[in-house]
């Protein structure tokens, strides 16, 4: 019976985590050679807040959705 953990951030929709279950379920069934209905995954949804990436918070990391800093702090409040 493979057990399958997908962690991702949060904010994928029911739909998105629908199409990944069906695809995980149509591999694992063909590479495994198990039936679909012993196949079960699980979605750990990691908050933003949460997760940490090139030396910070996720939120305060350069790109889209990064929170930004105040004026007149240097990283990391130093």
Not at 13 to 22: A, D, G, I, N, S
Not at 53 to 70: H, I, M, R, T
Request: glycine content about 10%.
């Amino acid at each position: 019976m493979p057990f399958i953990t997908v962690k991702a951030l949060d904010g994928k929709t029911t739909e998105q985590k629908r199409e990944l279950v069906r695809r995980i379920t149509d591999a694992v069934s063909e590479v495994f050679e198990v039936e679909k209905d012993v196949i079960f995954i699980f979605f750990e949804d990691l908050k933003r807040e949460n997760y940490g990436k090139k030396g910070d918070l996720f939120p305060y990391v350069e790109g889209p959705g990064a929170v930004k800093e105040p004026e007149g702090e240097d990283e990391g409040g130093k």
